[in-house]
């Protein structure tokens, strides 16, 4: 057992761009950091900003969400609309006293698997530094 | 300036027409500095109408709360509309409603009512304490003057106006069908100074305070209830599958509740500050809406409830959106 702290980070991936990219990472066999659950969405249109509340209260203690460049969704704009959402989720949480690291928000393309590594690099990074998070986790999970 | 003489008579009009159900107003509460929502369904009800300081309500939240039954074989439903008295604030919540397309532009007559802003119940009971008789108010100039029984009082009105009225932009209904008024100043200017003050601490400090605030909230879900905006027949804090956020009322969930019911208003709120005068342990609900109502109005240039042809924000997107926050 490490001494040193590692988060559980959930990531919501989008098929088309962001889990291809990390796919890519992994079939050129890229170091990173294996602290991401990865959850693999069909567009980051679809994650429900709720889903960033609640992984928060199910024991997460970062959330990543990942999607195409601006252009470049298969649905045409759901990560239009997705943007204007987490800008806003980030937001609100930070307003809370959720840590600025906690919450973060990628473009990743599908040949972008350099940028997928840097990505969770930084993102783990944030959340180490942000350390474990309690302000609203659940006691029992499942009760 | 609203000439209530006059809009009795609009009102008598209104709910005299055949096409027209009933029509909701306000009329004098029972004790202290109370009004109450007032359902006219015969002209002769029209007498106990009022329009004054006291008429906090946001009746709006009326019109997407009907229930709507199931219509018995053989008979036809009833399409007559439904009138309702707004402010400023009220009318935004109707603007919104319609752009969200929770009824139609025909199933409602809306009569405008400029309002001079309403006052704080929390404000004239703390001046006035144990008022058991009710007590009229009206508008001065610049003043509130209360009908109290040792005699008429004139208070400025910045000690006892609502928080919403002092900041209130849009005290002119922006959807009327009718009304008897000339439009009244706009006295207010909103800087976000409330929102900012909590902004300029660390994620510790604010952290510290919503705990405070969000431990105290017993989930009555009255600042729900209450909320014009909040009518999805199907509220995620009802729902068993998925849920949510569990019933229990601790920190964790209500913390859970308060971010949702605050996201979910999201460029939606329309600042009437009904959740917030609802509320039974004074959370100060209107500090967390009006966070999202600044960095909508910085970020996207959107104000809910202005523009009826303009689309909700969420539902909508510019390309050039900000995304300084994205990796
Ligand atoms: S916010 Fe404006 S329109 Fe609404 S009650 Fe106050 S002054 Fe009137
Ligand atoms: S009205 Fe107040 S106590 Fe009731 S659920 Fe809303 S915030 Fe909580
Ligand atoms: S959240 Fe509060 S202020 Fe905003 S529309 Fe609903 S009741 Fe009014």
């Known amino acids: 057992m490490s001494a040193e702290y590692q988060p559980n980070i959930v990531a919501f991936l989008c098929n088309w761009c962001s889990y291809a990219g990390a796919d890519l990472a992994g079939t050129s066999r890229t170091n990173y950091p294996s602290n991401l659950n990865v959850i693999r969405v069909m567009c980051s249109g679809r994650v429900n900003p709720l889903f960033v509340v609640n992984a928060l209260q199910q024991g997460a203690d970062g959330v990543l969400v990942s999607g195409c460049h601006p252009g470049d969704c298969h649905y045409m704009e759901g990560n239009f609309y997705a943007r204007r959402r987490f800008g806003m989720m980030k937001e609100l949480l930070e307003y809370v006293g959720v840590e600025p690291g906690r919450f973060n928000m990628s473009w990743v393309s599908a040949s972008e698997g350099a940028k997928w590594k840097d990505v969770v690099g930084e993102v783990v990074d944030k959340a180490k530094e942000a350390g474990p998070f309690k302000q609203f986790r659940r006691d029992k999970i499942n009760w | 300036m609203v000439d209530v003489a006059k809009l009795k008579e609009i009102a008598r009009e209104t709910v005299s027409r055949d096409d027209v159900k009933y029509l909701i107003g306000w009329r004098q509460g029972t004790f202290g500095f109370r009004a109450a929502p007032h359902f006219v369904n015969k002209p002769e009800d029209v007498d106990q109408l009022i329009f004054s300081p006291l008429c906090s309500h946001n009746l709006a939240t009326y019109l997407t709360g009907v229930e709507k039954l199931p219509v018995p074989r053989g008979q036809e439903a009833d ?249």
């Open chain 2, 79 to 327: 399409s007559r509309k439904v009138a309702l008295m707004v402010k400023g604030c009220d009318s935004r919540a109707v603007v919104l409603q319609l752009v969200e397309q929770g009824y139609g532009r025909d199933s409602v007559v809306v009569i405008g009512c400029p309002c001079q802003g309403v006052v704080d119940q929390k404000k004239v009971e703390a001046k006035y304490p144990d008022m058991g008789e009710n007590i009229t108010a009206e508008w001065g100039e610049k003043t509130i003057i209360f009908n109290l029984p040792s005699g008429k009082t004139e208070v400025p009105r910045e000690e006892v106006l609502a928080g919403k009225c002092l900041t209130c932009r849009y005290p002119n209904p922006l959807l009327a069908d009718a009304g008897a008024w000339e439009e009244v100043a706009v006295w207010g200017s909103d800087d976000y100074a409330d929102v900012q003050d909590l902004e300029a601490g660390n994620p510790q400090e604010r952290r510290a305070f919503w705990e405070d605030k969000f431990a105290s909230c017993i989930r009555c879900y009255a600042c729900r209830n209450v909320c014009p905006m909040c009518y999805c027949e199907d509220c995620i804090l009802d729902r068993l599958n998925p849920q949510w956020i569990t019933r229990a009322v601790n920190p964790t969930e209500n913390t859970a509740f308060h971010l949702s019911r605050a996201f979910h208003l999201a460029g939606r709120c329309i600042e009437c500050g009904e959740c917030e005068r609802v509320c039974p342990v004074d959370i100060p609900l209107m500090k967390l809406n009006r966070k999202l109502t600044k960095e909508v109005r910085e970020n996207y240039d959107y104000e809910p409830g202005l523009d009826p042809e303009a689309k909700p924000l969420q539902a909508s997107y510019r390309p050039n959106d900000k995304e300084d926050f994205i990796l």
